[in-house]
């Protein structure tokens, strides 16, 4: 079908395809004919290899050879008579893939005849019918796809189809099946630890080299370069998951309204977030595998919940929400809490891998009676204003300082990343040579690299060495964003995360962007401003659970994945962004303390769903349940099927401030009635004072 | 022995790229609009009119040729071929320039009730890729009244 070029008939040809299609038409109308009276005869079988020697992908007729061959072979009892029949149908395979080596329904059905088990299979003869197609087709992903239906059925050891594709690459650095198959095959051969393979670092090296010697042979062709990107996945990060930040921190104390502690906003409602940040997505977090002990009687029903949006359950993120709001408290009082994750078998990465890091951190939070008056008043009453807030170090219990990650070290992951070090840098010295500064492919391997390294090294202590690598790999981001421009988002996203890393990298260059905001009756507020930066996306979420206030205004976000994680975060200015959706705003919804939202001057109203993820909650993905809002707003003749997106966020927020000014929805008649419909604490809309 | 027909169709995945790849009119469709945004000497971003009109007609076009050999060859997935080019219809807002009516017809024809779901022609057997586009055809029109929504679902469910 594909890479047909179009001529213009002429009238002799046009007389010949006029009477090849009457015949083509009768044929088709006969194999109809005889599937439905279910004729099985020697005939009628001719007439359908006729069909499908001519249409291999008429897959009514492989069906219906399926059921005359079922049918005729249970009037045979010989074995004689019972392999000829398989050969003979075998052999109308055959003459299929001869006329197209990508027929579906060809493979399927020579596929469904080996299952059969009728016969022994000839096996020489099934690898000589790849053999032969692999040599016209190298890259037929059919043949591939058989051969490991091949390799399975008979046994065929891994460490022979290893060689094969080795052969095949050797024959041809071009080929993507050669190589994938190779990953696939080398993924298993580690996991089981057969001989040979006992060493990851040994075969990776290895691997490393082979796929070097394509890439500097032929830099343009990309099949290398995809299998190089598998290869780093494999050497870059540790082999087991790891707990990377948390929140509270440890010996951090909290209260809504003592100043010389942290505030947590949430306690206002009785609810203490505890945050896990793993530094890949884990399942697995339980009560068992997760201990919790505390001055409290903690309930029994100690959920853990992923915050990140995921299909399989696994998240970076998770939290538990302590409910304190049944305590009664006379006069100021002190809690502990105690968090716990020892090995846990439960605690699993993608990739199967255990937990094996043991963590132990502890906090305390204060409730008092004043707490109780202070919930009848909203702090947040007064319209919260962007700037002066105070700097951080006049404060005189600056509360950042007790801020830091988390220090999970042990000799194991120490000398793994010895070796991977090693390896990358080994890598970057090459491509730097190859650097070439028409090579998009170079020059992305390269980013790819040195953010490689900068994450090992961030788990160590060399800061100035890993700067390198970002601003190395910055230039680089900048440099592609020219020389390919059609994937200029997804340079200017991966940027944006380099920057957000060299931002929060250090702590010290950090609170240059930090600040504390006073508000009345409420501990100070910690504001962190990240103003005109040209980030498009947000990274290293990690790093910033314990903000509370945070100005991302003046960038260019269209996606605010990420700051889920961010259980504290009381206020949040969008403002001048290109969030195009209510939809991309979905990651608020987790964040229970948040009050204060400006989106002013972006594109809300532009487009219902969310583009930057493949998949978000909507009523047509079918992973939004009809909700009691919908009917609320039905009632106030709001129109539900215009404003889906807009009904499923301010549902799940509870603000007392929004600004929407500037965005396109705003023109929308009954949105005002919506937000406020569904947000009744919102006092402040677009600057003025609702009721 | 077999219980349907349908369990000896192409597996479901597969047929999915057969979906794509295999649909004439999507495929001339696509390849039409990729010669047009292909033209040389066009400066990246710079704006130029979508020759909807064009397209249009092409599609109807192909939808009435029936007798050709490349049509016939292509009879057995023609039901996908027509949720890519109605769609593409839809989407150009020209949805009109073809006869509901019929398509509705010809769709219910292709249905197979003793197993409630659909193959790709008349005659050809069931497949849940053509059942598929069955229900996606019939959304296009706002006539989902024509099928008995619960049993389609549950056919698709024991899939």
Partial sequence: MHGRPRRPDKPEDAAAAEAKAAKLRVLQAQVLHNHHSRTYTKEALGLSFKLLEINPEAYTAWNYRKLAFQHNIGELSEPEAIKSAIDDELRVVEVALRQNPKSYGAWYHRKWLLNQKLAPVDFKCEFGLLDKLLKVDARNFHGWNYRRFLARFMGVPEEEELKYTMDKISDNFSNYSAWHNRSILLSNLLIKQSKGFESKQKIFSEEFELVTQALFTDPSDQSGWFYHLWLLAQTSSPENPQLIASWPSNGSNLSLSSLSSICCYSLKEGILPIVLYFNEPVKGLSSSSVSLNSDLVVSKNIQWRPLSVTDSGHSNCWVTYLEVSNLECNSLQQFSVEVSITNSDEIVSRSGSNYNCPVHFSFTFELSNNDSTAKDIDPIHELISWDFSEPLLSHVNPSCICFEQLKITNSLVHKESNWHLERLSDEIDLFRELHDDNSKFAKLTLARLLLACAAIKSRGSSLVERKGYCEESLGLFNDLIDLDPSHKRYYEDERSLVLMDQLTCDMEAFKKYCSVKALPKLAPLNHVQLCRLSLTRIGFAERLLWVQMLDLSHNNLRSIEGLEALQQLVCLNLGNNQISSFTALEPLTKIISLKVLDLSCNEIGTHPIDTTRYICPSPFSHRVEACEAFEECRKKNINVEEFWDAILFFKHVNLVQLCLEGNAVTNKENLRTLVVTLNPSLKWLDGKFVH | ?159
Wanted: hydrophobic fraction near 45%; include cysteine.
């Fill in chain 2, 1 to 159: 022995m077999v219980g349907r027909t349908c369990h000896l169709s192409l597996p479901t995945r597969d047929t999915a790229l057969l979906a794509v790849t295999g649909s004439l009119a999507a495929a001339a469709a696509t390849a039409s609009i990729a010669k047009h945004l292909a033209q040389p000497a066009q400066p990246w971003g710079m704006e130029r009119e979508l020759a909807a009109e064009k397209h249009v007609r092409y599609i109807v076009t192909m939808e009435k040729k029936k007798d050709s050999f490349e049509s016939l060859v292509m009879e057995h997935i023609r039901l996908n071929g027509a949720y890519w080019g109605l769609t593409t219809l839809d989407l150009l807002h020209k949805l009109h320039a073809v006869e509901a009516d019929e398509f509705i017809e010809w769709i219910m024809s292709c249905y197979h009730p003793d197993q409630v779901d659909w193959g790709g022609n008349v005659g050809h057997d069931a497949h849940v890729l053509y059942t598929l586009s069955a229900g996606q055809v019939l959304c296009l029109f706002d006539r989902l009244d024509a099928l008995d929504v619960d049993k389609v679902a549950d056919c698709i469910l024991h899939y």
